[in-house]
């Protein structure tokens, strides 16, 4: 279904173009095989069709419609109703009278064909597949638009026709007056009536054309002046008189009716014939469901018929089936003949047999031998002639029966059959019973006639006396029966002449009754009226007025004129309190919106005006003079506008713009005798509290300022500056309170301003696009152009005043005083003034809240323009120039907001570092997080960011720097950790934050990692250096006895030895608790690495530097001992000790070996051998573990 809607449709086609459909196509599209196939291809196959799609009965539910009902329906109504035809992406105008091809061809069907559809199941009979919405649409427009046979007259289809239940007449109804539109409702109406006025019987109308008028009771031939005295009462009123209805027709009903009171005397009268003629007269329902119910009911009924035939009339047998004996009663007669026989034998080949019970048994035999030999003969006979007349004169043995209701029965075969094992006493029994139930169907008719017999008496009696009576006698006796009725007839008319004129009477005054109720809510318009406009519903007043124009102009009764002109004078009233409304300055906007839609619907209305509306108004306001303003006219700010002379929408956009334009002059005009009052020595506190006006907000942020006033004070060093921070601190009042004001009103006056727009439009649609005479017409956007943005411009530089002060803009261009221009030279000194970092803050969440508020509403505002603008030279939105303004002012502010969050963050950060030695990275990124979320426009303040960070670095390197100059090599190490950390992960973050703001990160990048390294090399350089002179002088000690001694091995550690390694050891705990396994970046080794290096290579010289001094005093056993050593401390530092010193090692213990006479060589045992280095080892073990691997 939904390929079949996108193929016909063509929204699959680019550019969309829908296809072509023939005349034969669509009867066979909607009803399948049920029309001629014409297409070669398709003969022979069953096709189904649209139409019992949307009907098809569900197989699992019944009195239900499968589910794909609902979208066969839908696809239906898409076709009839809303289907548009399209030529290459253009779509083609019809005219709209004019059905199309979907819809001609479903208004051309037959009503049995249209029964297809069930649509009662649609309306009401099931939810679950059913498709009420689309299901009436096609009602109504079968209803209204159904052709004759010859495919062009219009042929209105009765409602009855396609839903034959009460029940989905009402739902339709319902739907009719509810959801359905106003035109259409007219348009069923009017098909409805036709199809009452051309029928000949007298037909209920639908109760939506019934609604239009009260009930009447039916009434007689004598109450006709009733009726016409009813008409006449509505002529009176001034209101459209009913339809009369026909004499003729009266009396046809009055006496139907009078006929069916008392007893049927013919046939045309009973009940009975009245439901035949209505079965005749209604066509067979086709559909799928009244088939299968309608044959399921035949075969349920053919059924019980035979399975009533089957039953044993003697009831011995009730589970037996005679139809299945009926069928094998040849083979049955030769089984029982077959049975006969071997019990025959059997007792015969028994001792004592019984010859009786054997004789017996063989005349049953030969009985059934009889029967079964007529039977083959009639078989024979059947065969050898087709039609015999003797054979019409007696009964067939081949056609005998056992069923009793077949006319062939033939009893002895039934017994033969059914009951031959039965005994005498069991089917005299039986027959006993049958008896019984003759002689109950007898004494029921005995019944019968004793309780009706007065009734029989009276109708034999009559049949004597007509019987016996001559001609003359008997129309002597008519006569006489029609002179008696005449008379009884004449003094009724005389005994109840009175009763009959006072009930004409009742009836009379019940129909002026029921005309006044009628016209009710009329009379009662004028005081709900009144009562609506006293409760502010303007919208219910129109509604009770919309009743009253119903009164036709030249109407004669005085009540329904007085009604007329209060009703209007309430309309006036209602003009007035709305135009009232449009000029107020507080009331909400969707009452604004609400004003202006009832306000145009009541000029819409074409209230009657009043030449003495004037004198009214004054009566009114309490006998005043007369105002010096029209009626309609309003003053706001010195600015006299007149409501009436332009449309409700235009008429409050200048209302609603003079008021904004006077709020813009008082704010500016406050914010100026706030500053001058501040100065002549009032505080800004005691002005605050005497606002009439204050928000929340503003409160708060004024008690914060009183709360810090004092501490401002303080820190002035005199009382006598305490004025300039009021100064300042009012200043961001007058900021917010600018703020407060573009925040509210510019939505306020834009969406009023679109209302107007729309209203432009509506009325171009009604009068043309053309304007007439010459006359210019205001427009919302030449108000707003004129009316508004220049108030909104000179808010926008009142705010940036208030915010920057005489600061120069982006543009180049300083920022205009809005205020102030006259005032002293110290207080235009503080207005000019730039704010502090407190005050700049507060004043940019608010600047950022104009810029958003503005660019929000600039767009809106260029929407307003007409299209055909020629006449305007203004291209762009009238509030771009306000939101150039607005934009430069934040980035103003919010430059120097990040100027002082980084003044502010390097003062923190140095101090930081130079009394606790801490790289405070961490503050740097809480600076750019805050600087993120509230900026504005952060990548305008670039620089600023790029700077600030560069700043907080060099300040923090700089007090680093500080903290290590009067400390030692702990310090500075702690300072080269810092900036290791920093290098490793800090800056990395501070630079990722400063990209996402848009900045230069690379430049920021190099710089900051520049000034962090040459502090981190210049720390390290320092404490290397202080390593080398240590390590130099702890390679002095202990050379003195060591040289002047005995030449006898000694059990001691070297103290040169021992000193050395403790220097080292030393350096590397020193690294170790402040480096860690940190790398550096420069070298890519650990800090410790680098350390311990430094101090191998300074030992390995000064050791070497020790023993030249020394070598021309060493003894023999002396220079082999040293020998020894230099050998333990390269095996010891060899992992640390670099290529030079390993070499300068390497030589200086060549050389002691030459002196020792080894010729540079080691011996393998001896004193001096490989048990001196275990010794050493033994001895220095502390160092061997602490310096290893």
């Avoid at 949307?54 to 109703?81: D, F, I, Q, W």
């Avoid at 089917?427 to 006639?449: D, F, G, Y």
């Avoid at 002059?665 to 002005?687: C, F, M, P, V, W």
């Avoid at 043309?768 to 943005?789: K, M, P, Y």
């Amino acid at each position: 279904l939904q390929r079949f809607r996108n193929y016909a449709s063509g929204e699959k086609t680019k550019p969309r173009t829908t296809p072509e459909f023939y005349d034969d196509d669509l009867p066979l599209l909607f009803l399948g095989s049920l029309v001629p196939v014409l297409d070669e291809d398709l003969v022979g196959q069953r096709l189904y069709g649209l139409l019992q799609a949307c009907g098809s009965p569900s197989v699992e539910h019944e009195n239900t419609l499968k589910r794909s009902a609902r979208p066969a329906m839908a696809l239906l109504k898409y076709l009839v109703c809303d289907f548009c035809e399209y030529d290459n992406g253009v779509k083609v105008t019809a005219d709209p009278k004019q059905l199309n091809p979907f819809a001609f061809a479903l208004c051309s069907l037959l009503p049995s064909q249209l029964s297809h559809m069930n649509l009662e199941l649609h309306i009401v009979g099931d939810k679950r597949g059913g498709a009420k919405e689309d299901a009436c649409h096609i009602i109504s427009l079968i209803v209204t638009r159904h052709l004759a046979d010859d495919g062009e007259t219009t042929k209105y289809l009765p409602l009855e026709t396609l839903l034959r239940s009460k029940a989905a007449q009402h739902a339709y109804e319902t739907w009719l007056k509810q959801s359905a539109p106003k035109q259409l409702q007219k348009q069923v109406n009017k098909a409805l009536e036709s199809i009452a006025a051309a029928s000949p019987q007298k037909q209920q109308a639908p109760e939506s054309i019934k609604a239009a008028s009260p009930k009447k009771k039916q009434v007689s031939i004598a109450d006709d002046s009733s009726i016409e005295d009813e008409d006449d009462i509505d002529a009176e009123f001034g209101l459209a008189p009913k339809k009369k209805k026909a004499v003729a027709a009266t009396t046809t009903t009055t006496t139907a009716t009078t006929s069916l009171d008392g007893p049927p005397i013919k046939w045309e009268d009973s009940e009975l014939y009245r439901e035949q003629v209505r079965k005749a007269n209604t066509p067979e329902r086709s559909s799928v469901r009244d088939s299968q119910q309608e044959v399921a009911e035949k075969k349920r009924i053919e059924q019980e018929k035979l399975k009533a035939q089957g039953k044993d009339p003697l009831g011995l047998k009730p589970d037996l089936d005679l139809r299945e004996i009926q069928q094998l009663k040849m083979e049955l007669l030769e089984q029982a003949v077959k049975d006969l026989h071997e019990e025959i034998l059997e007792e015969r080949n028994q001792g004592e047999a019984d010859e009786e019970h054997i004789q017996s048994l063989e005349v049953q035999k030969e009985s059934l031998e009889h029967i079964l030999d007529t039977m083959d003969m009639g078989m024979n006979r059947d065969a050898d002639s087709d039609n015999d007349e003797d054979e019409t004169k007696g009964l067939n043995s081949s056609e005998r029966s056992i069923i009793p209701t077949d006319p062939n029965f033939d009893p002895l075969l039934f017994l033969t059959l059914v009951h031959r094992n039965a005994s005498y006493d069991v089917l005299m029994k039986s027959i006993e019973r049958l008896s019984n139930k003759t002689e109950n169907q007898v004494m029921q008719l005995q019944n019968l006639v004793r309780d009706n017999f007065e009734l029989f008496v009276r109708c034999a009696d009559g049949f004597d006396i007509f019987e016996g009576a001559k001609g003359a006698n008997l129309e002597t006796r008519l006569d006489n029966l029609d002179a008696l009725a005449e008379s009884c007839s004449d003094q009724a008319r005389k005994s109840f002449k009175p009763l009959l004129d006072n009930t004409n009477e009742v009836r009379k005054v019940q129909s002026a009754l029921r005309v006044l109720q009628r016209v009710g809510p009329v009379v009662q318009a004028p005081h709900q009226m009144r009562q609506h406009l006293e409760n502010g519903r303007f919208s219910q007043a129109l509604k009770a007025y919309r009743r009253v124009l119903i009164i036709e102009e030249n109407c004669k009764i005085d009540l329904l004129n007085r009604v007329k002109e209060k009703a209007a004078d309430a309309a006036r009233e209602a003009r007035r309190d709305l135009e009232k409304r449009l000029s107020q300055e507080k009331i909400s906007v969707n009452s604004l919106l609400e004003g202006i839609q009832d306000l145009t619907e009541l000029l819409d209305l074409d209230v009657p005006p009043d030449p003495r509306e004037v004198l009214k108004v004054e009566d009114e306001k309490g006998g005043e003079a007369l105002p010096a303003l029209p009626v309609g006219s309003f003053d706001v700010g010195g600015l006299v506008i007149n409501v009436r002379e332009h449309p409700p929408a235009l008429a409050c956009l200048l209302m609603q713009a003079a008021h904004f334009r006077v709020l813009v002059t008082n704010t500016i005009e406050k914010a100026d005798q706030n500053a001058t009052r501040i100065y002549h020595g009032e505080t800004l506190t005691s002005i605050q509290g005497s606002e009439e006006v204050a928000s929340v907000r503003q409160n708060t942020f004024v008690d914060d300022m009183s709360v810090r006033t004092p501490e401002s004070k303080k820190t002035a060093g005199s009382a006598g500056n305490q004025w300039k921070y009021d100064v300042l601190d009012a200043r961001v009042v007058a900021t917010i309170r600018a703020v407060d004001l573009m925040r509210t009103w510019l939505p306020r006056l834009l969406t009023i301003g679109t209302a107007a727009r729309e209203d432009e439009k509506r009325r171009a649609a009604r009068v043309g696009r053309h304007r007439g005479d010459g006359e210019s017409q205001l427009t919302a956007f030449e108000v707003f152009l004129t009316n508004i943005t220049p108030a909104v411009s000179q808010l926008v530089d009142h705010t940036a005043f208030c915010a920057l002060g005489s600061a120069v803009r982006t543009s180049g261009k300083k920022v205009k005083m809005s205020f102030g221009s006259h005032s002293p030279d110290k207080l235009q000194s503080i207005l000019k003034s730039p704010l502090p970092p407190v005050q700049s803050t507060q004043c940019a969440k608010e600047l950022a809240e104009l810029v958003r508020t503005v660019i929000e509403s600039s767009a809106a505002a260029n929407g307003l323009r007409h299209a055909d603008n020629d006449h305007f030279d203004y291209n762009l939105s009238p509030l771009d120039e306000c939101r150039v303004l607005a934009e430069e002012a934040v980035i103003t502010v919010e430059r120097r907001r990040c100027i002082f969050a980084f003044d502010v963050c390097a003062r923190t950060c140095s101090s930081r570092a130079s009394g606790s030695g801490k790289f405070d990275g961490d503050a740097i990124l809480k600076c750019l997080h805050n600087l993120s979320e509230e900026l504005y426009r952060p990548e305008e303040c670039a620089s600023e960011i790029e700077k600030g960070c560069e700043l907080v670095v060099r300040r923090s390197c700089e007090g680093l720097a500080s903290y290590v100059r009067d400390r030692g090599d702990s310090a500075r190490l702690r300072a080269v950790a810092e900036c290791a950390d920093a290098l490793a992960g800090t800056l990395q973050d501070v630079v990722r934050e400063v990209e996402y703001l848009g900045c230069n990160s690379q430049a920021v990048e190099e710089v900051m990692e520049e000034d962090v390294m040459g502090l981190e090399g210049a720390m390290f350089d320092e404490f290397l250096d202080n390593v080398r002179i240590n390590v130099a002088n702890c390679c002095k000690v202990g050379w003195m006895g060591m040289v002047d001694g005995p030449d006898v091995a000694s059990s001691t550690f070297p103290p040169y030895l021992s000193a050395s390694l403790l220097a080292i050891v030393r350096c590397r705990a020193q690294v170790e608790k402040a480096l860690g396994d940190k790398v550096r970046r420069l070298e890519g080794m650990t800090y410790q690495f680098l350390a311990l290096a430094t101090a191998a290579d300074a030992i390995s010289i000064g050791i070497c530097d020790e023993v030249k001094t020394r070598k021309t005093h060493l003894k023999v056993k002396q220079a082999d001992r040293m020998a020894n050593e230099l050998q333990f401390l390269m095996n010891i530092l060899k992992s640390y000790i670099s290529d030079e010193g390993l070499s300068l090692l390497e030589g200086t213990r060549r050389t002691l070996c030459s002196r020792a006479g080894r010729g540079g060589k080691a011996v393998d045992d001896g004193p001096d051998g490989l048990a001196a280095i275990e010794e050493l080892e033994r001895l220095g073990r502390v160092y061997v573990l602490c310096l290893g691997e």
